[in-house]
């Protein structure tokens, strides 16, 4: 081989698309032709174009040219042989090629560093017949394009996998080239949640393959092994290259920074999208949301949560037949059809070999090589150094996390001074005959890049490990400061524990949060323990999260920036408040939990939050009244929120004597509120309203605007459907101005939605237009997604009582996207309601039975009954030519309107009125009646039964976690 360029060069990567179906269908002799045909092809193009070919592996090229222009010549000249190659058997091959130039880092046969993976992964994100090049080999052929024939498409940004920032990427186009538009194999665009990986995966080519083929005929897979071997990493890895065969995505769920078994169901919904149903266990809830999802959950540290794992995964299986599960443990998770796959460490380097270039073709030595350039550029691979690294590798018997640490301090010490630290660390270490040999080895990696620090950089790494998942520099510097580790030198030391691996960084959100990787955040806190710091600095790190919960509070109802940062420390949320019920801190606990209430309900954590506030009510019963009588509303508004009515207002009345006993008017007035809300949703208006009423004269008296304007909405939303329009439009507008004067925009916005809800429900479309605008426009610039739904749903209705269906559906198709995305259950089943009403209306009966049909089953099991009275009026509509089915319809649909006190708008009372005219006047009015009755003796259960009685509901607008 010639020497390699140095500099700035040119990257190409190729492959062909799809080459094991090829293999398949043509059998290992006529592939092996094909391929040698193939090889052939490419390398003569490769030398016309005066590049040089650095590896090849199996239909897989990686090249070099010296210029940009060349690779891109050749890269296009490769495509026209491919497209005009006679193939045998009239095999169709298809090459695609990914082009990334940048300043070379070779050793004397090879190169090595960030880049050569960027380039390899431009081509992974492309198709067949495609040229794809990175930002800078585009900035340098741009101007010369034209000349050479060809047009360059921006294709945008994109997520690459095992790289961390995003690469805008470009299309190569030709009149001898097919104009390949599907989208590219990215992050950015198949359904997934996995993380950008910091560094650049290395080797295990077969494990890949292995696990790729495995994944293919069994459903859960579980990686094992010991600490630091590798199986988060791989798993992700093998997740990436796997994500097209699941069209409903690869989702990842981290249950390392879990400490309670009971949360892992929470966990899982949160990484699926899947929020939870009022009335059911989650874990029902997910089995039902994947029953028809073909996707790959990863499912990553189950050990210390097996417990709650092993039935959660059992049930899943049970459940989803299309679910493919692939776990990492450091044993099985012992659940029936269950693959237990060991993972290995990495190759060892033989013995025998000598030069850099045979040491590179191990994989030990090249994780070494690569991680040790990404903090040393200068470190160079020679026939010298690479024996040196040969030998640390075998030491630490191919342990990845091993390998990398030690690569981390090329930054600060010679390969040789890394080799004999090591070699003496590892051999003064005591035995631990306790443990494996490899455990052993690893405890003395971790002993020895520990003792490897100041003492400085030590007591920081101790005191980070409180840290359960990520956390921001400002907490680190308030937490771990103190007593040998001063506030502003905690920054200096992080970053030294960054560039020695200890601590890993994450900047895509746009704010550096850091973390530990488990294995060392375990090491650190023995150490903490040892040290007899522990309680001091979680202390500390207990009291930082309950004053940032304390200064979010009164903001989450407003920004969404204070809910995304409280989801990106609810790891470290959960653990103080673990924490607190360890130490019998059951107060603090309350405190957490109740000021949490916003999160828990917008995020969908209703149990989970639940559980935590009646727990902490249970453990500090001698807690001051009126931290009780809060944290019982917010039990209450969640109980509300799973539809447990009963317990909502038992919460409710304790929560209320409470305040009245404190002669709190504030208080009495937002325990009012909610148990307004509870007695409105369980349709009893009547006694809503009057509870709506105390609550605003208390909200009058304490003179607080937000409770006063709240409480006008809630009563005028109970006054519209009873029917008493000009009283709830009075109220309305007095709300309105609440909360115009204290500059309330979201208040304001709901206000205007409830005046255009009024103008409508009378029948003033257009009069009902501007505020539904007005109040989207809002919601908009505020970011609000519930809000935005509502105007949508809102405007929607207004077009279907124009007569446009195309819009209608349009509203709510996009209303129903963010219905699914929230979790929302009682806005999915009125937008199904919805989209039902336009399918009848168009005459597709059929379809507009699936719909109402949907929204039935979600209204009943959210006990909404006046939900289900309008969805079995929809059936019955629906149903009409079965004249007798539909009569019982109405008639049960008429029982539960009386019950509740519903009131229909004056469109649906139209409809309503002509519908049943036409079934009376095809009975008779006898025949008409006997049928009504049967329906309105009919229990709510009975009525729901038989309204279903035709056939499974199938749902025809399925969630996605992908939304």
């Not at 390998?403 to 010679?414: F, K, M, N, P, S």
């Not at 109980?639 to 209320?656: G, K, P, R, V």
């Not at 109220?731 to 005046?755: H, I, K, S, T």
Request: charged share 25%; with cysteine; aromatic share 6%.
């Amino acid at each position: 081989m010639p020497a390699l360029p140095s500099g700035t060069v040119t990257f190409l990567f190729s492959d062909i698309e799809g080459s094991p179906a090829i293999l398949r269908r043509l059998g290992d002799l006529s592939y092996t032709r094909l391929l040698s045909a193939y090889r052939r092809l490419v390398r003569t193009v490769i030398s016309e174009g005066s590049g040089i070919e650095i590896d090849t592996r199996g239909d897989a090229f990686f090249v070099v040219f010296e210029r940009a222009r060349q690779a891109l010549a050749s890269a296009v000249a490769l495509q026209r042989a491919v497209s005009t190659f006679p193939w045998p058997g009239e095999t169709s091959v298809r090459v695609r090629v990914g082009l990334h130039t940048a300043e070379a880092i070779a050793t004397e046969t090879a190169y090595v560093g960030l880049d050569v993976h960027r380039a390899a992964r431009i081509c992974a994100a492309g198709h067949g017949a495609q040229i794809l090049l990175s930002q800078t080999t585009y900035n340098l052929i741009n101007t010369a394009a034209p000349a050479l024939g060809l047009d360059l498409r921006n294709l945008g940004e994109h997520r690459l996998k095992d790289l961390q920032r995003p690469e805008r990427l470009y299309q190569v186009l030709h009149t001898d080239l097919p104009d390949v538009r599907t989208p590219l194999r990215s992050l950015s665009v198949l359904p997934n949640n996995l993380p950008l990986q910091m560094t650049p995966f290395i080797g295990r080519e077969r494990e890949t393959a292995d696990l790729k083929q495995l994944l293919t005929t069994r459903r859960l897979v579980t990686l094992t092994g010991f600490g630091g071997c590798g199986k988060t990493r791989l798993a992700l890895h093998v997740a990436a290259d796997v994500m097209e065969e699941y069209p409903d995505g690869v989702w990842l769920a981290d249950l390392a920074e879990v400490s309670d078994p009971a949360v892992v169901p929470q966990v899982v919904a949160s990484a699926l999208s899947v929020r939870e149903e009022p009335g059911r266990l989650l874990t029902a809830t997910l089995a039902d949301q994947l029953q028809e999802k073909r996707l790959l959950l990863v499912l990553d540290n189950c050990e210390h949560v097996i417990a709650a794992c092993a039935p959660l995964v059992q049930s899943l299986l049970a459940g989803a037949p299309h679910l493919r599960i692939l776990a990492t443990s450091r044993e099985s998770l012992d659940v029936p059809g269950e693959t237990i796959w060991r993972v290995p460490t990495l190759t060892l380097p033989d013995l025998q070999a000598r030069s850099a270039s045979d040491l590179l073709q191990n994989e030990a030595v090249r994780l070494f090589a690569e991680r040790a350039v990404a903090v040393q550029p200068a470190f160079a691979m020679n026939d010298r150094t690479a024996a040196v690294v040969s030998q640390i590798c075998r030491r630490l018997e191919g342990i990845p996390l091993a390998i990398e640490l030690a690569a981390a301090q090329v930054r600060v010490l010679t390969l040789t001074e890394v080799a004999a630290r090591l070699e003496d660390g590892l051999r003064m270490l005591p035995a631990r005959r306790r443990t494996a040999p490899r455990h052993q080895t690893l405890q003395a990696v971790m002993e020895w890049s520990y003792a490897q620090l100041t003492e400085a950089e030590r007591t920081l790494l101790r005191r980070l490990s409180v840290f359960t998942g990520s956390f921001t520099l400002q907490a680190a510097e308030v937490i771990c400061a103190g007593d040998g580790v001063a506030p502003a030198a905690v920054l200096e030391l992080l970053g030294r524990l960054v560039d020695k691996s200890l601590v890993l960084v994450d900047q895509q959100t746009g704010e550096s949060r850091f973390h530990l990787l488990e294995t060392v955040r375990r090491y650190s806190g023995e150490k903490l323990r040892e040290n007899g710091e522990a309680h001091a600095v979680r202390r500390r790190h207990a009291d930082w999260y309950l004053a940032l919960v304390r200064q979010a509070e009164p903001m989450l109802q407003v920004s969404q920036e204070w809910l995304d940062r409280l989801e990106a420390d609810h790891p470290n949320l959960r653990g103080v408040m673990d924490w607190y019920r360890q130490t019998e801190g059951y107060e603090q606990a309350l405190t957490l939990s109740t000021a949490l209430l916003r999160f828990w309900l917008v995020r969908g954590l209703w149990a989970e939050g639940r559980r935590w506030l009646e727990d902490a009510l249970r453990g500090a019963p001698d807690a001051p009244p009126a931290l009780r009588a809060k944290a019982l509303r917010a039990a209450a508004a969640i109980a509300q929120y799973q539809a447990d009515y009963d317990h909502a207002l038992a919460l409710c009345e304790e929560s209320l004597a409470l305040y009245r006993t404190l002669g709190d008017q504030k208080g009495i007035a937002e325990a009012l509120s909610t148990y307004g809300n509870v007695l409105f949703e369980r349709g009893e208006y009547p006694a809503a309203r009057g509870v709506h009423e105390e609550s605003l004269a208390y909200g009058r008296h304490a003179g607080d605007e937000w409770l006063i304007g709240a409480s006008l909405l809630n009563l005028a939303s109970v006054l519209m459907h009873q029917g008493d329009f000009d009283r709830a439009q009075a109220l309305c507008q007095e709300g309105l101005a609440v909360f115009r004067q204290a500059g309330d925009r979201r208040g304001v916005a709901y206000a205007l939605n409830l005046l255009g809800l009024i103008a409508r429900d009378q029948g003033d479309f257009v009069g009902a237009r501007k505020p539904f605008e007005e109040s989207l426009a809002i919601q908009q610039q505020l970011g609000d997604k519930r809000g935005i739904a509502i105007a949508l749903t809102n405007l929607g209705l207004l077009a279907w009582e124009l007569g446009n269906d195309t819009a209608a559906v349009r509203l709510y198709e996009e209303a129903l996207a963010i219905r699914r995305e929230l979790g929302d259950r009682r806005g999915v089943a009125t937008l199904l309601y919805d989209l039902g009403q336009v399918a009848l209306r168009q005459g597709d009966e059929q379809r507009a039975t699936a719909l109402f049909s949907e929204s039935l089953v979600m209204r009943h099991a959210a006990r909404n009954r006046t939900g289900v009275s309008q969805s079995l009026e929809g059936l019955a509509r629906a149903a009409r030519r079965d004249y007798q089915r539909a009569a019982i319809l109405f008639g049960a649909a008429a029982a539960i309107q009386e019950a509740v006190g519903e009131t229909r708008s004056r469109s649906e009372q139209i409809e309503y009125e002509r519908a049943r005219d036409e079934i009376q006047a095809a009975l008779g009015e006898g025949p008409f009646r006997a049928a009504w009755q049967v329906g309105n003796t009919m229990t709510l259960a009975q009525a729901v039964e038989y309204a279903l009685a035709s056939g499974p509901v199938v749902e025809t607008y399925p969630p996605s976690p992908s939304t």
